[in-house]
């Protein structure tokens, strides 16, 4: 008697001569132990709503085109520069990183993006112009205080 090898074990072969043997028995699978045992009543119930509205947020975005997907987390991206750029005083290096993030997404994907693609382009060109105009206002004011400081016959250097 001959046995092949599978994934599942070996199984049992003919070998021409009309013996067979019987499967070796196999160990039962190991049970899974349960996350949720050592919760409390309430924390159980919690635990399995956040679980269901996991599994229907799931189920939205498989139903939604991945290009309004994607188009939402560009925004997320345009958002995350601007607020980089508002802040005092503006963190550019981290800003940047977002634009050029949000620019490789919509230059990347071109054709691709569907319906908001216009919007989106728009919206890249924008936080670009507005990176342009805070990077020089921060320049300007460098080279301001700069002067002034050079300027200034009470000042030491």
């Known amino acids: 008697m001959s046995t092949l090898w599978t994934p599942g074990g070996e199984v049992p072969v003919d070998d021409g001569r ?3 043997a019987t499967p070796p028995p196999q160990d039962p699978p190991d049970q899974v132990e349960d996350p949720l045992a050592g919760l409390s009543d309430e924390e159980r119930a919690q635990a399995e709503e ?9 189920e939205h975005i498989a139903n939604t085109p ?8 560009a925004m997320g991206l345009y958002e995350l520069g601007a607020i980089h750029l508002s802040q005092q005083p503006p963190n550019l290096e981290e800003s940047r990183l977002a634009i050029d993030a ?3 997404l919509v230059e990347g994907l071109e054709g691709r993006l ?3 693609e216009a919007t ?18 921060m320049e300007g004011g460098a080279e301001d205080a700069e002067y002034s400081e050079e ?3 009470g000042a030491s250097g």
């Open 102 to 104: 949000l620019g490789a």
């Open 114 to 116: 569907g319906e908001h």
């Open 151 to 153: 300027g200034d016959p």
């Open 50 to 58: 956040l679980a269901q509205q996991l599994a229907e947020a799931r």
């Open 66 to 73: 991945a290009s309004v997907v994607v188009g939402n987390h």
């Open 18 to 20: 009309g013996q067979t």
């Open 120 to 137: 989106l382009k728009d919206a890249l060109h924008q936080i670009r112009m507005a990176f342009v105009q805070v990077s020089r206002a």
